[in-house]
């Protein structure tokens, strides 16, 4: 069992963050009542899965979703993408592969993004080409005419797609084949137009970020990869939303309530597809 001292640190946290600070006897009589659980992280659990922690929680998902959705992506980034030794990273600027705990070894990332100038204000950060194994290229990651036709093991476009037109967006896909070694891998992520049309409706837009040109349903992404000649090796969603889905109502509870990886792709906030070149 974890030390004393360590779990009345853990539970003062805990009601710290549930805004509810207890007394040290307080504290004390909550950590006696759960004596027979030998972990810290079972006493944690429960303690956020009562309804206090529920309740709390709820209340702040509004303000915490994008850490929500963040921490879902890490864990599709790690559990979900294949390995590949020579790597495309497609608009990854702000969010690179190689700092979302990308599970595998390589040899080389290029990622390919617009200067930072270019970019809408939201997603200006200026990264450093360090000279290792991650090379920073400036230029349109639909177009990859500086890339060599079968030369790469993965491509992936993590959030970037929904940024340009459609027509690029089959642009980008078909560039992604020429590049792609037979076997190789597309994998990409992006908003599901079916729930993120019912967020963006809450202030009165069309899309949830200014800067999207399109918010793909599964049905439109899976044709798209389909049309361009890939073979869909999964498919997942991330943020599994079953109350907005059932209600049509957008819910911030849904990031608490669904699953962080799910495969029911049609009903969460992210779609994502690993694709195969045949």
Known sequence: ??????????VSDVYKLFKNEKSDSEIAGIVSSF????????????????????DSL???AMDTHLYLMHNARLKMVKHLLPPGDIILDLGGANAPLHHMGYNHDYSKIVLIDLPTEERHKDFQVVLQDTGGKVVLRYEDMTDLKGIESASVDLVWSGQSIEHVSPLQGKNMCREAFRVLKSG??????????????VHAATVGN?????DH??????????????ETGFQIAEEWGIC??????????????DFLLGGAITKNINDAYIQFFNCVKP
């Open 240 to 253: 599994e939303m079953p109350m907005t889905k059932r209600t049509g109502v957008f819910s911030y509870d």
């Open 35 to 54: 004596s027979f659980l030998d972990r810290d992280l079972d006493l944690l659990s429960v303690l956020l899965l009562s309804k206090e922690g529920y």
């Open 1 to 10: 069992m974890d030390s004393w001292a360590s779990r009345q640190g853990l």
């Open 184 to 197: 190789g891998h597309f994998c990409l992520d992006t908003p599901n137009g079916h729930i993120s049309s």
């Open 213 to 226: 040109k399109i918010e793909y349903t599964p049905d439109q992404l899976r044709g798209l990869l389909v």
């Open 58 to 60: 709820s209340q702040g």
């Open 206 to 210: 069309t899309f949830i970020h200014p």
